[in-house]
């Protein structure tokens, strides 16, 4: 069966960076993409960016390109997203959710359990 | 590409249908249109792809439909367990986005 599984809560203060990891399992990870969303509380889903095993560099929304870094270690199937500069504004749930194809243009067959990055002082 | 739902909430009794709208600001190439569901404290749940494509496991309950700015996802015959908040998403045009939602409750 396909898996995404996502590290654990995280807390941080402002300024710093989080690393959230997505483990994958149950496919071949080539054929398909990884994409990042996250909700903030109380509102809707944001598109963060995504990677696949076939493009040199991952694609990120325009409201994260500065501060985001999404990478792809081939030898333990995790993808992982970086956030950099962290305000309280970037207090949310992150998921990764699988994309059906490898480009950028898919919905989300499957996701991860969700991340919650906490930003307070 | 902005995507609009409505009603931002519908409350309705077991057995109704329900109809939730997701317009877009400009036209969608309905193959890259979906529809997820999200249960509280949990991952959204992909429903509908290419506007109108059951995703595997999902009841005949559900159905999509639209086709330009406009569409539409169906439930019919709800339940209890339809509770939940309702998103479409673009995939034709980057960002990809999503509509803002609507919260379906079960009387």
């Known amino acids: 069966q396909v898996h995404l599984v996502q590290s654990g809560a995280d807390v941080k203060k402002p300024g710093a960076s989080v690393k959230i990891s997505c483990n994958v399992s149950?496919?071949?990870?080539?054929?398909?993409?990884i994409h990042w969303v996250r909700q903030a509380p109380g509102h809707g889903l944001d598109w963060v960016g995504w990677?696949?095993?076939?493009?040199?560099?991952?694609q990120y929304s325009l409201s994260f390109r500065d501060r985001l870094t999404i990478t792809w270690d081939t030898p333990t199937s995790t993808a992982y997203m970086e956030l950099s500069s962290l305000t309280s504004e970037d207090t949310a749930i992150y998921y990764c959710?699988?994309?059906?194809?490898?480009?950028?243009?898919?919905?989300?067959?499957?996701w991860g359990q969700g991340t919650l990055v906490s930003v307070s002082s | 590409l902005v995507l609009t739902q409505s009603p931002g909430t519908l409350s309705l009794s077991p057995g109704e249908g329900a109809t939730l709208s997701c317009r877009a600001s400009?036209?969608?190439?309905?193959?890259?249109l979906a529809w997820y569901q999200q249960k509280t404290g949990q991952a959204p749940r992909l429903l509908i792809y290419?506007?109108?494509t059951r995703a595997t496991g999902i009841p005949d309950r559900f159905s999509g439909s639209g086709s330009g700015t406009d569409f539409t996802l169906s439930i019919s015959r709800l339940e209890p367990e339809d509770s939940a908040m309702y998103y479409c998403?673009?995939?034709?045009?980057?960002?990809?986005?999503f509509g803002g939602g609507t919260k379906v409750g079960i009387k």
């Open positions: 400009q036209t969608v190439n309905s193959v890259y």
């Open positions: 998403q673009q995939y034709g045009t980057t960002p990809l986005t």
């Open positions: 149950g496919y071949n990870f080539s054929q398909y993409s």
């Open positions: 990677i696949s095993d076939g493009i040199v560099f991952p």
């Open positions: 959710a699988r994309g059906v194809n490898d480009t950028v243009s898919t919905h989300f067959d499957y």
């Open positions: 290419g506007a109108s």
